[in-house]
């Protein structure tokens, strides 16, 4: 009787500390990478926020020339590889995939520092960082042996329309199954890289959800699951589903499986919460299929999904174009099954740049 009593009090104990997480936890997107057999490798993300941030779909080329867009030391590069991206407010890249099967995705931390702007090292605006992992590198392995030296200062700017800074972390994938959760605490880069860190949120920072998470895999999902949409509950529950559905089964049976599971974790359309406009309905979803080169988009406003098969599009730097899919206001344009052929030529947009930036020389 003793035991079970010290487990329930520790239980209370800890899902107290949940509900204490919950009063600062203000987002709500969520990222999730299947394992399947036979290489069947898929990741999904949930984009929530209360306001449109104005996505369209878009295809980039390789041998694009690229800036950092953070003022005279910015980073250059020419993109490596070619990529499907989802924009926010086609000015940066909040997501994508890229031809060799590496995806990228940013969700919202309010947690981030990111480091004093010098010139000792070049920067990059915060809304060019998705796209320039996805320009450079094949692998999650190859990004973070890359990225570990720290080649570079992210610098944030404001979310458009709205006096907050832009506060992100970065989840990559790849078609081995391989992932990392890039983040910056306390001015410093912090890369997580495991293979088992399948599943990432928001609030807490990445290593807190980790601890957090173990309480519910030692009661079991089966048994009881947190159910709110707080970043610590979410976790709770798409590590455990993405890890419940079965792994041998046909492509379109595991698509249908990872589908279910970021269903799961998304916030209904409408809900949203007036002082954190990130707990909000979920706007819009995309599931990357690494193995099949296959990248889905769900609105919430349209009653189909639809993708892009990327074996389709030339991404050659001597004759591939930027093209790009308009998806209209809040996503609402419909298109159903493989819409690879409704891409239209088009301008690149310009990231997002940091006018005047302070200097520390110090």
């Known amino acids: 009787m003793m035991k079970k009593l010290r487990h329930t009090f520790l239980g209370t104990l800890l899902i107290a500390g949940?509900?204490?997480?919950?009063?600062?936890?203000?987002?709500?997107?969520?990222?999730?990478?299947?394992?399947?057999?036979?290489?069947?490798?898929?990741?999904?993300?949930?984009?929530?926020?209360?306001?449109?941030?104005?996505?369209?779909?878009?295809?980039?080329?390789q041998?694009?020339?690229?800036?950092?867009?953070?003022?005279?030391?910015?980073?250059?590069?020419?993109?490596?590889?070619?990529?499907?991206?989802?924009?926010?407010?086609?000015?940066?890249?909040?997501?994508?995939m890229n031809e060799k099967g590496l995806v990228a995705n940013l969700l919202w931390l309010a947690e981030s520092d990111y480091p004093a702007y010098?010139?000792?090292?070049?920067?990059?605006?915060?809304?060019?960082?998705?796209?320039?992992?996805?320009?450079?590198?094949?692998?999650?392995?190859?990004?973070?042996?890359?990225?570990?030296?720290?080649?570079?200062?992210?610098?944030?700017?404001?979310?458009?329309?709205?006096?907050?800074?832009?506060?992100?972390?970065?989840?990559?994938?790849?078609?081995?199954?391989?992932?990392?959760?890039?983040?910056?605490?306390?001015?410093?880069?912090?890369?997580h890289h495991s293979k088992e860190y399948q599943v990432m949120t928001n609030s807490p920072i990445f290593s807190e959800q980790l601890?957090?998470?173990?309480?519910?895999?030692?009661?079991?999902?089966?048994?009881?699951?947190?159910?709110?949409?707080?970043?610590?509950?979410?976790?709770?529950?798409?590590?455990?589903?993405?890890?419940?559905?079965?792994?041998?089964?046909?492509?379109?049976?595991s698509l249908a499986s990872v589908f279910g599971v970021i269903r799961n974790v998304s916030v209904p359309y409408g809900l949203s919460t007036a002082e954190s406009p990130e707990i909000s309905s979920t706007r819009w979803r995309t599931v990357a299929d690494h193995k099949n080169q296959l990248y889905f988009f769900e609105s919430a406003l349209s009653p189909n999904t639809f993708w892009v098969n990327l074996k389709e599009i030339d991404f050659s730097k001597e004759s591939g174009k930027v093209m790009t899919l308009?998806?209209?206001?809040?996503?609402?344009?419909?298109?159903?099954?493989n819409a690879t052929s409704h891409f239209k030529p088009a301008e690149p947009f310009k990231f997002q740049g940091l006018d005047n930036i302070p200097l520390n020389n110090n």
């Open 18 to 61: 949940f509900f204490t997480v919950g009063i600062t936890d203000v987002d709500a997107c969520t990222r999730l990478v299947y394992l399947g057999d036979n290489n069947q490798i898929i990741t999904a993300r949930s984009m929530d926020w209360k306001y449109d941030i104005g996505t369209n779909l878009w295809i980039f080329p």
């Open 63 to 96: 041998g694009m020339q690229r800036s950092g867009e953070a003022g005279d030391n910015s980073i250059k590069w020419t993109s490596k590889y070619g990529s499907v991206i989802a924009s926010g407010y086609d000015i940066s890249t909040t997501d994508g």
């Open 118 to 191: 010098t010139k000792e090292k070049p920067a990059i605006s915060i809304s060019a960082w998705a796209q320039y992992v996805l320009d450079n590198f094949a692998s999650v392995e190859e990004a973070v042996n890359a990225l570990d030296s720290e080649p570079f200062i992210v610098l944030t700017d404001k979310v458009p329309g709205q006096d907050r800074m832009a506060t992100l972390h970065l989840s990559l994938s790849d078609a081995t199954g391989d992932s990392a959760i890039i983040e910056y605490i306390n001015g410093r880069q912090v890369i």
């Open 211 to 253: 601890a957090l998470n173990s309480y519910w895999q030692q009661i079991g999902g089966t048994v009881m699951l947190p159910g709110t949409n707080r970043a610590s509950d979410r976790f709770a529950r798409a590590s455990f589903y993405v890890n419940a559905i079965p792994k041998a089964q046909s492509s379109k049976k």
């Open 326 to 337: 308009p998806l209209g206001e809040e996503q609402s344009i419909i298109y159903s099954a």
